[in-house]
Nanobody, 121 residues
Framework: QVRLVESGGGSVQAGGSLRLSCAFS?????MAWFRQPPLKERDWVAR???????YYADSVKGRFTISKDSAKSTLDLQMNSLRPEDTGMYYC??????????????????WGQGTQVTVSS
């Protein structure tokens, strides 16, 4: 059982930055950040493979950066140039499968409790 605990959410004005962090109990093949806006489905934002490759949703490319520090057991998401449409609950997730095939929430077995991000215009 992989335990994931997120931190770092909050409220910020458009154009601002936030950094989310996820502490994990053990490393996984693929780790990701998902976002769930109000009344919408949970979609992936960024994924990182244990072998190195990183993947970003088109809506956040160039603005968000995912990073993992296996020595510290943390997964971070640096979010810059935030927009109101970035608002939502952000979840850290882990999958025992490769990132190439882990693209939907159903592909991830372990989840954190989520942290709220609110971006005002």
């Amino acid at each position: 059982q992989v335990r994931l605990v997120e931190s770092g959410g909050g409220s910020v004005q458009a154009g601002g930055s936030l950094r989310l962090s996820c502490a994990f109990s053990e490393d996984s093949y693929c780790m990701a950040w998902f976002r769930q806006p109000p009344l919408k489905e949970r979609d992936w934002v960024a994924r990182v493979s244990s072998t190195g490759p990183k993947y970003y949703a088109d809506s956040v490319k160039g603005r968000f950066t995912i990073s993992k520090d296996s020595a510290k057991s943390t997964l971070d998401l640096q979010m810059n140039s935030l927009r109101p449409e970035d608002t939502g609950m952000y979840y850290c997730a882990a999958s025992p499968r490769a990132c190439m095939v882990s693209r939907q929430s159903a592909d991830f077995d372990y989840w954190g409790q989520g942290t709220q991000v609110t971006v005002s215009s």
